[in-house]
């Protein structure tokens, strides 16, 4: 099989148009619908059928599944390339970093800016933003480099380094009566709606394990602290349990009260990545920032 088709049924794949794909790679429609053709043929299976009165295309289910390995193939193939031009003499200087929303703030971008004035020859960081789960995703496919993210569920085949952790606080209105005091233990929140994280969250495991779910009225149905920050500034009666970030500095009308009887490690960020050979400029990057000192967020605001 032929490497440029392989590079064409992934792009035909993708975009799902041959005007389209043809355009792209700057290649002939003819010539795309040639080597199409051909790989059917070769292959003895159809991979695209046209929708029913459009001008679109679909993958067929043997074309989904064959794309799937197509695609992991071809990630391969440019990983290798990569990382053989780099032991020939010729420098790779990209990162390509997921992380979690809540991670990027200063000491976050301090750290990448260290990093990059750190390096001999300066890297080019590209950022993608997800929640964990999303991330941990990319990073399977191949989409990403590394991740700072929390650690979810059917990752134990990637390397984790623990970076950074956030506190469970707990959020107030400003004209609370709570809100004069600087900290709180779990057993005076027994009774009181506390809105916090669903069940499908990261942070799930650790609420589970520390907090005492049956003396509590959780709604557990939220995904963020924006989202509960925004609730909690429509009334003073509200109140949420979220990790605090400097997301949390953006709605004024919310104050934090530590809690005393959790740990200030509640919800744990690791650098997360895949265990494989990797190009230099993507270990070091791996290798800077486990030896990192990310600072406690709450000294920081």
């Known amino acids: 099989m032929r490497l440029d088709y392989l590079r064409y049924f992934d792009h035909l794949a993708e975009v799902l148009n041959y005007t389209r794909a043809a355009e792209d790679p700057f290649i002939a429609q003819p010539t795309l619908s040639v080597a199409i053709k051909r790989m059917e043929k070769e292959l003895g299976i159809k991979l695209f059928q046209r929708s029913e009165g459009s001008t679109r295309i679909e993958l067929t289910e043997m074309g989904k599944a064959y794309h799937e390995y197509v695609a992991l193939a071809l990630k391969d ?47 080019q960081i590209a950022i993608e933003q997800a ?24 990752c134990d085949d990637f390397n984790h380094v623990l970076v950074w952790s956030q506190p469970l606080v707990l959020g107030v209105h400003k004209d609370s009566p709570l809100a004069k005091r600087k900290s709180i233990n779990l057993s005076e929140l027994g009774g009181k709606e506390v809105l916090t994280y669903s069940s499908s969250s990261p ?19 939220y995904a963020d602290e924006i989202t509960m920050c925004s609730l909690v500034t429509s ?26 009887d959790l740990p200030a490690d509640f919800h744990k960020v690791y650098l997360t990545s895949r265990r494989e050979t990797h190009p230099k400029v993507v270990d070091d990057f791996i290798e800077f920032m486990s030896a990192y000192r990310f600072p406690n967020i709450m000294s920081q605001e």
Do not use: H
Request: hydrophobic share 40%; net charge positive; glycine share 6%.
């Open 77 to 123: 193939l440019d990983k290798g390339l990569r990382i053989a031009r780099e032991i020939q003499g010729e420098i790779n200087s990209s990162v390509r970093v997921g992380t979690i929303y809540a991670m990027q703030g200063r000491f976050w971008s301090e750290a990448i800016e260290s990093f990059i004035s750190s390096s001999q020859v300066k890297p």
């Open 131 to 154: 929640f964990s789960p999303e991330l941990t995703q990319r990073l399977r496919r191949g989409d990403i480099d590394v991740a700072f993210c929390s650690r979810v569920e059917g």
């Open 203 to 221: 942070t799930d495991s650790s609420i589970t394990k520390l907090l005492p779910l049956d003396s509590m009225n959780l709604r557990r149905e």
């Open 235 to 260: 009334s003073k009666d509200k109140m949420a349990l979220f990790c605090y970030s400097f997301l949390v500095s953006a709605f004024q009308d919310v104050v934090c009260l530590r809690i005393n």
